[in-house]
């Protein structure tokens, strides 16, 4: 069965400062990765995802994920946060073969200060 | 962009009560989801519906939980009795491939 763990559930950073939030799963067959990002009160928008080719994966908002096979691991990252990305930011996983089902980690919260 | 919409954004109800959450999910989208998150906590899958019929379900899903398409548009979760511990914010998604789309949810307060 599939699972997900964000090893962090609250990250706090100063704004302009780079940030990663980071994402391992696992699964024993093929999968495919979402960050989904859930404002304050609102729902969740997808920021990007990896389903197949290049490992490093561009989303919204100007941040990334790399998909590392190896390491089990799918980090977010972004090179200078806004105060506007504050947010509560959730990976989640689909395995290959199943019901296109999400599994979702416990979610990161970003707090970006001034 | 086509968006999931949902409604209540908001219900409360008391417990025993039956609710029913509405979804209007993407037009040309087969596969339609309803997730649930409770306060603090993760967002967990509840059920998965294509070609008319619930393709998965996960343990939470039990008999007092069920879902319906009554028309091509909506999508619908009912709980027949709630229960203090269904207080929680209802998701619905839809998808035509891996990518899925969420609405804005529902926030379910049950007393």
């Known amino acids: 069965a599939q699972s997900v763990t964000q090893l962090d559930s609250q990250v706090p950073v100063f704004e302009e400062a780079p940030v990663e939030l980071r994402c391992n799963y696992s699964?024993?067959?093929?999968?495919?990765l979402f960050w989904y990002v859930q404002y304050p009160n609102q729902g969740l928008q997808l920021l990007l995802k990896y389903l197949s080719g290049s490992t490093l994966v561009k989303g919204i908002n100007g941040f990334e994920a790399e998909f590392n096979k190896s390491q089990t691991s799918f980090h977010l990252r972004k090179p200078s946060v806004h105060i506007s990305d504050t947010a509560e930011y959730f990976c989640a996983v689909s395995e290959g073969g199943s019901n296109y089902k999400l599994t979702f980690g416990k979610g990161t919260l970003l707090t970006v200060n001034p | 962009e086509p968006e999931v919409t949902q409604t209540p954004s908001h219900q409360v109800t008391q417990m025993g009560q039956e609710v029913i959450l509405r979804c209007v999910p993407i037009s040309n989208h087969l596969y339609f989801y309803w997730y649930r998150q409770i306060l603090g906590q993760k967002v967990e899958f509840l059920v998965s519906f294509y070609n008319n019929e619930i393709s998965e379900k996960s343990e939470i899903f039990d008999d007092q939980f069920s879902v319906e398409r009554p028309d091509g548009s909506n999508f619908t979760l009912k709980i027949r009795s709630t229960k203090l511990e269904d207080s929680a914010m209802y998701f619905c998604a839809s998808s035509e491939s891996r990518v899925k789309y969420f609405g804005p949810g529902t926030r379910l307060t049950v007393t």
């Open positions: 699964s024993s067959v093929s999968v495919y």
